[in-house]
């Protein structure tokens, strides 16, 4: 019968979350070479999707060559295109600009590549420039510095206009608009410089990156309740909460259900208006001490109001609190616990913080099956589902809908049943992370028992999560050697295929944890599946599968 409830329970929560359409994950890169006349490009397409070219331009010696018939690219595959090109007037060095036009939910968007095309000899100037910008949000500014800044150029996607520039002294100052809001990206840009020297042409070519960034936005309906009907609903619950407790101790068992009624309503106020806190901590902040901790709090402003809560205010928050409010007393009634609210983690957390002053009895020991104090454990779950919760529902419904995606586009070649597979492996492990998230229940053993309890520990599990691992993964995108290998067709196929394998493993590791599954939480020992043979075989076989 528990098997059986905590299937219903996964059933309903994945059913709700299955709703339409968003921009694709796209993932392209773009490599050049030339020999003689001849200028071969090619485009790499890692993305788990199809990608729709419209256009691919080279621009040498400024003259632009142009290949204007559309095609797609199949997921985890290739495609070359040959330019001829005009041979430069004058021997040396000169800049070559491949620009690739493609598709991203119908918004065009660009991709470039800069490199050296070399004629009777290399001339490349020893000369060094720095690029010095933050992400760009809507419109930002962007520092060249140089010794002979005007004399520079630098080459962006044309989704970025360049409005005014200022230089001066060694620096030039340009003012740069995103074009195509509504997409996160980290554009390759490059400094170039082009000068003639007694009949001989001279270049240089420094790379760089540029993130840009969709402007936070909370133009989205944040959740269908308002702020004023949600301290409505919290300030009665509390009331019946306490006169449960001090009036009526013998029905206090249904302080259980206000608890958690109380804490879901709570997350949903601070979720709901936390960009308006972050806003008025920045404000008292500015002209303090404290505004050394500012670009923290505009980061978390930022993510909080950004994309990563989109799917869980407009399609998952309502369901979940109305499940508290209205299917948890069922719920409760049949199978909730009978304990005291003092040893009830939510009660405990609750009657802590609503009196803060009232003496409690000592315990002697702490209530069977738990490792940390109540009201202790309580603070630290809820914290847990606070910050995972959200982003675990808006991933489920972004892997439905980018499913259903893969779905409408299905054709039967290796490639695309790979890539189709990989992206149900990993809507797989989510959904599961998320009813781990969403339900506590003896019944599917999915109690919680302990929680991760060392600042030290929980620095190591959020530093892998957005937004922190913006400033975390940045280092492995740093290429510090260039290694380039071409493995041919069936090379290709076995990587993909030992891939994929390691996907499986990893989402075998999650069906076996069940709904036990959440981070930085103990909720019992697993020893079934792969378990039985490695203590972590869901991080193992990612590692593998990154490698």
Same mark, same amino acid.
């Given at each position: 019968?528990?098997?059986?409830?905590?299937?219903?329970?996964?059933?309903?929560?994945?059913?709700?979350?299955?709703?339409?359409?968003?921009?694709?994950?796209?993932?392209?890169?773009?490599?050049?070479?030339?020999?003689?006349?001849?200028?071969?490009?090619?485009?790499?397409?890692?993305?788990?999707?199809?990608?729709?070219? #419209?256009?691919?331009?080279?621009?040498?010696?400024?003259?632009?060559?142009?290949?204007?018939? &559309?095609?797609?690219?199949?997921?985890?595959?290739?495609?070359?295109?040959?330019?001829?090109?005009?041979?430069?007037?004058? &021997?040396?060095?000169?800049?070559?600009?491949?620009? +690739?036009? /493609?598709?991203?939910?119908?918004?065009?968007?660009?991709?470039?590549?800069?490199?050296?095309?070399?004629?009777?000899?290399?001339?490349?100037?020893?000369?060094?420039?720095? @690029?010095?910008?933050?992400?760009?949000?809507?419109?930002?500014?962007?520092?060249?510095?140089?010794?002979? !800044?005007?004399? *520079?150029?630098?080459?962006?996607?044309?989704?970025?206009?360049?409005?005014?520039? %200022?230089?001066?002294?060694?620096?030039?100052?340009?003012?740069?608009?995103?074009?195509?809001?509504?997409?996160?990206?980290?554009?390759?840009?490059?400094?170039?410089?082009?000068?003639?020297?007694?009949? $001989?042409?001279?270049?240089? $070519?420094?790379?760089?990156?540029?993130?840009?960034?969709?402007?936070?936005?909370?133009?989205?309906?944040?959740?269908?309740?308002?702020?004023?009907?949600?301290?409505?609903?919290?300030?009665?619950?509390? =009331?019946?909460?306490?006169?449960?407790?001090?009036?009526?101790?013998?029905?206090?068992?249904?302080?259980?259900? @206000?608890?958690?009624?109380?804490?879901?309503?709570?997350?949903?106020?601070?979720? %709901?208006?936390?960009?308006?806190?972050?806003? @008025?901590?920045?404000?008292?902040?500015?002209?303090?001490?404290?505004?050394?901790?500012?670009?923290?709090?505009?980061?978390?402003?930022?993510?909080? @109001?950004? %994309?990563?809560?989109?799917?869980?205010?407009?399609?998952?928050?309502?369901?979940?609190?109305?499940?508290?409010?209205?299917?948890?007393?069922?719920?409760?009634?049949?199978?909730?616990?009978?304990?005291?609210?003092?040893?009830?983690?939510?009660?405990? =957390?609750?009657? #802590?913080?609503?009196?803060?002053?009232?003496?409690?009895?000592?315990?002697?020991?702490?209530?069977?099956?738990?490792?940390? !104090?109540?009201?202790?454990?309580?603070?630290?779950?809820?914290?847990?589902?606070?910050?995972?919760?959200?982003?675990?529902?808006?991933?489920?419904?972004?892997? +439905?809908?980018?499913? *259903?995606?893969?779905?409408?586009?299905?054709?039967?070649?290796?490639?695309?049943?790979?890539?189709?597979?990989?992206?149900?492996? $990993?809507?797989?492990?989510?959904?599961?992370?998320?009813?781990?998230?969403?339900?506590?229940?003896?019944?599917?053993?999915?109690?919680?028992?302990?929680?991760?309890?060392?600042?030290?520990? *929980?620095?190591?599990?959020?530093?892998?999560? &957005?937004?922190?691992?913006?400033?975390?993964?940045?280092?492995?995108?740093?290429?510090?050697? !260039?290694?380039?290998?071409?493995?041919?067709?069936?090379?290709?196929?076995?990587?993909? $295929?030992?891939?994929?394998?390691?996907?499986?493993?990893?989402?075998? =590791?999650?069906?076996?944890?069940?709904?036990?599954?959440?981070?930085?939480?103990?909720?019992?020992?697993?020893?079934?599946?792969? /378990?039985? /043979?490695?203590?972590?075989?869901?991080?193992?076989?990612?590692?593998?599968?990154?490698?």
């Amino acid at each position: 019968m528990g098997r059986r409830r905590g299937l219903f329970v996964a059933l309903f929560w994945i059913g709700l979350l299955f709703n339409p359409l968003f921009a694709a994950n796209i993932n392209l890169s773009l490599s050049q070479r030339s020999v003689d006349d001849q200028i071969t490009v090619e485009i790499h397409n890692s993305s788990p999707q199809a990608v729709s070219f #419209t256009a691919v331009e080279v621009v040498l010696d400024g003259r632009v060559y142009r290949h204007s018939t &559309p095609f797609q690219l199949s997921p985890q595959s290739r495609h070359a295109l040959l330019f001829t090109v005009e041979i430069p007037e004058l &021997p040396g060095s000169y800049v070559q600009q491949t620009v +690739v036009h /493609y598709l991203n939910d119908g918004v065009g968007l660009t991709l470039q590549d800069v490199g050296y095309f070399h004629y009777r000899g290399q001339r490349v100037l020893p000369e060094r420039a720095q @690029l010095v910008a933050g992400p760009i949000y809507g419109e930002g500014r962007v520092n060249l510095t140089a010794a002979e !800044p005007d004399q *520079w150029r630098l080459l962006l996607p044309q989704e970025l206009a360049v409005g005014d520039e %200022k230089s001066e002294g060694g620096e030039k100052s340009l003012l740069l608009r995103n074009l195509a809001p509504g997409f996160n990206n980290n554009y390759p840009v490059f400094m170039v410089k082009e000068v003639v020297r007694e009949g $001989i042409h001279y270049a240089v $070519i420094i790379p760089e990156r540029l993130a840009i960034r969709a402007p936070a936005s909370s133009n989205y309906e944040r959740g269908r309740l308002s702020t004023n009907q949600l301290l409505t609903v919290l300030l009665v619950a509390v =009331a019946l909460f306490l006169l449960l407790f001090f009036r009526l101790p013998q029905q206090a068992h249904w302080g259980h259900y @206000l608890s958690r009624l109380i804490w879901v309503t709570t997350g949903y106020l601070l979720l %709901k208006n936390g960009g308006a806190f972050f806003d @008025l901590l920045l404000r008292l902040s500015s002209s303090s001490p404290l505004a050394v901790a500012d670009p923290l709090w505009l980061m978390l402003r930022d993510h909080l @109001l950004g %994309k990563e809560y989109r799917y869980f205010f407009l399609y998952f928050i309502d369901g979940y609190w109305a499940a508290v409010l209205l299917l948890y007393p069922l719920y409760h009634h049949r199978y909730g616990s009978r304990d005291r609210l003092e040893d009830d983690k939510y009660g405990a =957390a609750l009657l #802590t913080l609503l009196l803060p002053l009232r003496r409690r009895a000592e315990r002697t020991s702490l209530p069977e099956g738990t490792l940390l !104090p109540p009201a202790k454990l309580g603070f630290l779950i809820l914290a847990v589902k606070l910050f995972f919760l959200p982003l675990l529902a808006s991933w489920v419904i972004n892997n +439905v809908i980018h499913q *259903w995606h893969l779905t409408q586009t299905l054709s039967w070649d290796f490639k695309t049943i790979n890539a189709y597979l990989l992206a149900m492996l $990993i809507l797989t492990d989510t959904a599961i992370f998320l009813v781990g998230y969403s339900v506590e229940s003896r019944t599917m053993g999915s109690k919680v028992r302990s929680v991760e309890p060392t600042l030290l520990g *929980w620095v190591v599990c959020l530093w892998c999560y &957005p937004p922190f691992n913006q400033f975390s993964f940045a280092p492995f995108d740093v290429e510090l050697i !260039p290694i380039h290998v071409t493995l041919g067709p069936w090379g290709e196929g076995i990587a993909l $295929i030992a891939v994929t394998l390691c996907w499986g493993i990893f989402v075998w =590791a999650s069906l076996a944890l069940g709904f036990k599954a959440s981070n930085l939480t103990n909720r019992g020992i697993v020893t079934t599946g792969p /378990y039985r /043979y490695c203590r972590h075989p869901a991080y193992t076989a990612k590692v593998v599968a990154w490698m």
